[in-house]
C-alpha cells in the first residue's frame, strides 16, 4: 500500500486562452499538511476545485486522488 494520499502531474487548466494553472506537479503524504500560498490569481482556488474532483483538468498526465 502506499503512503500517498494525492498525487498530480503536470495538471493544467485553461479558460478560453486564460491558463490557470499550467505543469502543476505534487505529491502529498497520508497525514501530511500541506499550506498552499500565492497571490491573487494564481490558481489556488482552481487547483483546490481539481483536486476535489469539482472541475476536470484540462490536460493531466496523471491524477490521483480523493
Known amino acids: 500500500m502506499s503512503d500517498t494520499a494525492l498525487r498530480t502531474e503536470s ?3 485553461h479558460f478560453g486562452d486564460v491558463v ?3 505543469h502543476l ?3 502529498v503524504a497520508q497525514g501530511e499538511v500541506v499550506g498552499y ?3 491573487n490569481g494564481a ?3 482552481t487547483t483546490m476545485r ?3 474532483g469539482l472541475g476536470r483538468p484540462t490536460a493531466s498526465q496523471r491524477f ?3
Open 11 to 13: 495538471l493544467t487548466e
Open 43 to 45: 490558481g489556488k482556488t
Open 37 to 39: 500560498l500565492g497571490p
Open 50 to 52: 481539481l483536486l476535489l
Open 25 to 27: 506537479d505534487l505529491e
Open 20 to 22: 490557470a494553472r499550467d
Open 64 to 66: 490521483l486522488g480523493q
